[in-house]
């Protein structure tokens, strides 16, 4: 799945997988912890240890079942994952300063062969006559259907895109998974059961409540919608777009044709987001790439291994600095920003932001990506009776997933308001499975009544 040019790998794709010596020598590390703090670090809960061991003996097979037998997302998350803060971040070996086992590139190992040579992992269960409607065909669509199908639901997913997979599909940056992987593994988790129905956008051609009317139970995880604007002059003009949209652009378009060479790129933000799009116009040839955000270093959301490996492509971080106005006629020529301070603390520990007069400066850009967050669907879910918003937007459920409504789960980005893919899994996972005990519990009540 991995695109080498003359057996090098160029960076602007994702790095290959390990060799089969490679896998077996980096296995034989691990030192199978018992009550691993990897597999505590794994939203998840993947055995890790477990699938370690397997690929050390021989069994890749078994190996790649443990995986996806908890992250049916597994081939997906071994590239987006940030291991790096999570499972390898975990990893005992930290302490005898040595070198974290690599648990993504093994992961990727075990689990290629079988999602991409099309090898089902699991038989659908015994048809329990219970519908579900999965709305969203991202991470915790996906999970949130094959869990069903484990327990013998018919899942049918509603999707608003013409191609399926989500932020995985459309908004993971290049250099890190190719649109193609993340397709083929939705076309291979849909291959052990569920209906997908792309191009439906519910809320809009179809209502939550004809979904009720046809199904026994809906699971929500629409994502979040468009991105947040700045809300300064010169918003609208040629060259200002959401980093999302550049990095779907990418994904969709001949690399060729999105070569950023002869331009200079502003970012605007300090998370994930703003990083990969940072490091992806770095990537594509761009003269000059400036991240810029209103507070210090240490403030960023964006994970460190992120920032560094922004730095290391030629990224220039301006701190403490916050855009005021994008230049240009019909075109960006320019951006001003202005010097910020910064002040207390808020419920978040996250400092207060003040601008300074007379401090403005101006970057020499022609191209501004801004990477300032995402809102929610709010119009879509105040139309639905009884699932509630909290101040940020985010759907608000209980640890079972469950919205105010009786029939109604969510889980998702729309819940966490955008954390990894890896979460989203877990969240459409435990939200099926309370599905299938509510649906049971309810079934077997009137029969006894």
């Not at 991202?138 to 259907?145: M, Q, R, V």
Request: one cysteine or more; glycine letters at 12%.
């Amino acid at each position: 799945m991995n695109q080498l040019s003359n057996g090098t790998w160029t960076g602007l794709e994702p790095p290959p997988p390990p060799t089969e010596s490679e896998a077996f020598a980096e296995a034989n590390r691990c030192l199978m912890c018992w009550d691993a703090p990897c597999t505590r670090a794994c939203p998840t809960h993947i055995d890790v240890p477990g699938f370690i061991k397997q690929i050390a003996t021989g069994d890749l097979l078994g190996s790649a079942r443990t995986i996806l037998g908890a992250n049916i997302l597994g081939a997906s998350c071994a590239r987006v994952c940030p291991t790096e803060v999570l499972c390898e971040g975990a990893c005992v070996l930290h302490d005898l300063h040595e070198r974290p086992i690599e648990i993504g590139r093994l992961q990727g190992f075990a689990t290629d062969p079988v999602v991409f040579g099309s090898h089902q992992i699991f038989q659908p269960g015994p048809a329990s006559g219970f519908r579900v409607a999965v709305v969203g065909a991202g991470p915790a669509g996906l999970s949130c259907t094959a869990e069903l199908v484990k327990h013998g639901h018919d899942a049918v997913i509603f999707d608003a895109a013409d191609t399926p997979g989500g932020l995985n599909t459309h908004g993971v940056a290049e250099y890190k998974m190719a649109s193609a992987t993340s397709l083929t593994e939705v076309e291979w988790v849909l291959s052990h059961g569920g209906e997908l129905r792309s191009g439906v956008r519910v809320g809009i051609d179809l209502t939550v409540e004809a979904l009720l009317d046809e199904y026994d139970a809906v699971f929500v995880g629409t994502g979040l919608a468009r991105s947040a604007p700045l809300g300064i002059p010169g918003e609208d003009l040629n060259g200002v777009t959401a980093a999302l949209e550049f990095i779907a652009e990418l994904k969709a378009r001949p690399r060729e044709e999105m070569s950023l060479q002869g331009e200079r790129v502003a970012v605007i933000g300090a998370g994930n987001t703003a990083i990969d799009a940072a490091t992806q116009s770095s990537r594509l040839g761009a003269d000059k790439v400036y991240l810029v955000f209103r507070r210090g270093r240490r403030h960023m959301r964006a994970y460190e291994h992120e920032i560094e490996k922004a730095l290391s492509d030629g990224v220039e971080l301006v701190s403490q600095a916050m855009p005021v106005s994008i230049n240009g006629e019909t075109a960006v020529t320019g951006l001003t920003c202005r010097r910020t301070e910064l002040g207390e603390l808020d419920a978040a520990g996250r400092p207060a932001v003040r601008p300074l007069e007379d401090t403005d400066f101006d970057l020499d850009v022609t191209r501004v990506f801004r990477a300032t967050g995402q809102v929610g669907y709010r119009s879509f879910y105040d139309a639905i009776p009884d699932v509630e918003l909290d101040a940020s937007g985010q759907v608000v459920v209980d640890e079972r997933f469950h919205t105010g409504h009786s029939r109604i789960w969510a889980g998702g980005d729309s819940v966490n308001g955008g954390k990894e893919v890896v979460n989203a899994v877990e969240h459409g996972k435990q939200a099926a499975r309370d599905i299938d005990a509510t649906l049971r519990t309810a079934t077997a009540q009137q029969g006894g009544n």
